[in-house]
């Protein structure tokens, strides 16, 4: 029976990896699209910032020293901060000077918090458990953070009656990841990670369904503009 539950929980984390990894590599479209303008719009930086730390947090706390036999959470996790670090930069990189100077202090705020907690815990704490409380309570309030991120595209999104700002992918496998890693923490239980991913599936779903309540408004708003450029464009040949 707990040999079953061994293989049952390594291969839904193995499927929440995989997830993981699709939900990290989901925002690749937008990324895209501000490449291609050279322009973040209205894009909010939120979300990776805090998808940044809360991998951060989630690899200190897989780690052998503070929470052992946590491998698949250090291996999704450490490739998910070098995936946000690249995202991050091209926010830097295609940001206004102010709006660019901002990340970049939150960013550099992230990492001194980051290094300065591993090493407080490693140094100041001496056993495993009470290594994984503390770190795994600072994790459950980043992961809380993570979900809550698109709370702000959430609210333009009812603002506008458009899901322009708001990527669909990252949506769904939000929800995705929120389902599994809860399913691969009720096998084994672990409330640090069952808490903030049961409240990431219950937002995950929320964008879901405000995608579907304000898709077809979105298209009519996006027509609207396409019809109004094609309006615009005899005038802009004639020079006036």
């Given amino acids: 029976m707990v040999f079953n539950k061994v293989i049952a929980r390594f ?3 193995v499927i929440g990896n995989i997830i993981s990894l699709v939900l990290f590599l989901s925002p690749l479209p937008t990324f895209v699209r501000i490449w291609k ?4 719009e209205q894009f909010s930086p939120a979300p990776y910032l805090a998808t940044f730390v809360n991998c951060g947090l ?3 706390y897989g780690m052998p020293l503070v929470h052992p036999h946590s491998i698949l959470v250090v291996t999704i996790n450490a490739t998910g901060l070098g995936i946000e670090v690249v995202y991050l930069m091209l ?3 295609y940001s206004e000077r102010v709006k660019r100077m901002k990340i970049l202090l939150i960013i550099v705020g992230e990492i001194i918090f980051l290094a300065s907690l ?3 815990v490693l140094t100041l704490v001496q056993t495993h458990k009470k290594r994984s409380t503390i770190v795994g309570s600072i994790c ?3 992961n809380i953070l993570m979900y809550a991120s698109p709370l702000a595209i959430m609210k333009l999104v009812i603002r506008s009656k458009s899901v322009e700002f708001m990527p669909f992918f990252l949506s769904l496998f939000s929800f995705l990841n929120g389902v599994s890693w809860t399913t691969y923490a009720l096998i084994r239980f672990d409330a640090f990670i069952i808490v903030p ?3 990431g599936t219950a937002l995950g779903l929320a964008q879901l369904l405000l995608y579907a309540m304000y ?3 979105t298209k009519r708003q996006n027509a609207e503009r396409l019809a109004q450029c094609y309006l615009r464009r005899p005038s802009l040949v004639n020079g006036e």
């Fill in 11 to 13: 291969a839904v984390g």
């Fill in 140 to 142: 459950m309030v980043g």
């Fill in 215 to 217: 898709y077809e408004s």
């Fill in 37 to 40: 303008k050279k322009s973040v």
């Fill in 58 to 60: 989630w690899v200190l």
């Fill in 91 to 93: 926010f830097l990189l």
């Fill in 118 to 120: 591993a090493i407080l």
């Fill in 197 to 199: 991913n049961s409240m």
